[in-house]
């Protein structure tokens, strides 16, 4: 089964080795794709022929956005909250209570309808790999189903067992630690990919975060790592030194920190929704990307700090808050999700990719932070 799509006006591949600057555009393009792989790329004079036939008009086409960061796994929702932080409250991380009592009560079939309404939400505006955590739970029982159900409908699970210290373990978060150890970890890795945790005040310290994380890359599981969000702090520094794909967040950062990173193979994943939706810092991408840490954008989508599923929306805020240019935050947003999530089949249109086109209402992708909170994704095909 093969399919062509010819008179494309702009491409992004994301391979330099194909076209024009990092992005590797494309002008008057086609593309094959055979068995849900990119098979040709070239002029659209010179298209081979294909079962099936798409034209573009003109029109740009992108690789699928790559979500290297959400959490779909919970019950309820928090505007209250949101509301009272709009109208003075801090962000605290102990909101996430209120999502881990409303999970906890949930159905499997409630928390899977749930991915799977953001899942849809997140593939309509162009995502096509979403990795999705755990950590609503905080049981061995109800991280198990949460991860399973990840499993299930995401592209990537992973296993959030340190997201907050639970209730029942106020004021012993070391007795939890030792619990996510003994117990929880055996249960879940074998159905997770990675292993995260909440490095940050009120949430883990630097100790038990290192333990956490430790104790799931002895069980088999890749390492990524929520740091630097609220305030400064080591997760950062750990994250680097357990070779962790990614820290996300890093909104507090060091020199250290920085160079820490410019010398690792860890990537700097920037959410900056999620700063949006809290008030809170935005982090310094320019300093990060100056120094050469290799960046990624995520949505985060969650329904505490970022109840978006938007990654246009977060382009356009990386290209305003963060002063990424808008070739910095698309490559962010596509090869730099797939860089976090180490994954070398999505995130670009070379060939043997993973076929994920998305075609924009929009000559070029510049369009994308150019006319913010426009719908422009015409249409996704991922495979
Ligand atoms: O990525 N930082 C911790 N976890 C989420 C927030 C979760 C919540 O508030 O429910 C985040 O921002
Ligand atoms: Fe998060």
Known sequence: MS???????????????????????????ALVVEDGRVAWVGPSSRCPDADENLDA???????????????????????????????????????IRTTIAATRAASDLALATNVTRLLGEYRR????????????????HDELRSVSIARCHADDATLLAA?????????????YVRMVVDE?????????????????RGAFS??????????????????????????????????????AASVDHCCHLTDADVDALAQSTTVATLLPAADFSTRNAYPDARRLLDAGVTVALGADCNPGTSYTTSMPFVIALAVQALRMSP??????????????????????????????????????????AYRPGVPLVARVLKA
Not at 3 to 14: H, P, Q, S, W
Not at 184 to 200: G, K, S, T, Y
């Open 3 to 29: 399919l062509r799509v010819v008179n494309i006006g702009e491409l992004v591949t994301n391979d330099p080795s194909m076209g024009d600057g990092t992005l590797g555009l494309l002008h008057d393009a």
């Open 57 to 95: 008009a003109g029109a740009a086409v992108i690789p699928g956005f790559v979500e290297s960061h959400s959490h779909l796994v919970f019950a309820g929702e928090r505007a209250a909250e949101f509301e009272a932080r709009m109208t003075g409250q801090p962000y605290a991380a102990g909101g």
């Open 125 to 140: 505006a162009g995502t096509t790999t979403v990795e999705c955590k755990s950590g609503y739970g905080q049981t061995v």
């Open 163 to 175: 997201h907050v210290p639970p209730p029942e373990y106020a004021g012993r978060a070391d007795d």
């Open 184 to 200: 929880m970890i055996p249960a879940c890795a074998p159905h997770a990919a990675w292993i995260d945790a909440f490095c940050e």
């Open 206 to 243: 630097a100790e038990q975060t290192r333990a956490v994380l430790e104790a799931g890359r002895a069980a088999g599981l890749g390492v990524r790592v929520h740091a630097n969000q609220l305030t400064p702090g080591d997760g950062v520094r750990i994250g680097v030194d357990l070779d």
């Open 327 to 368: 070739a910095e935050a698309l490559w962010s947003a596509t090869l730099g999700g797939a860089r976090a999530l180490r994954r070398t089949d999505v995130g670009h249109l070379s060939h043997g990719a993973r076929a994920d086109l998305v075609l924009l209402d929009a000559p070029s992708y510049l369009h994308l």
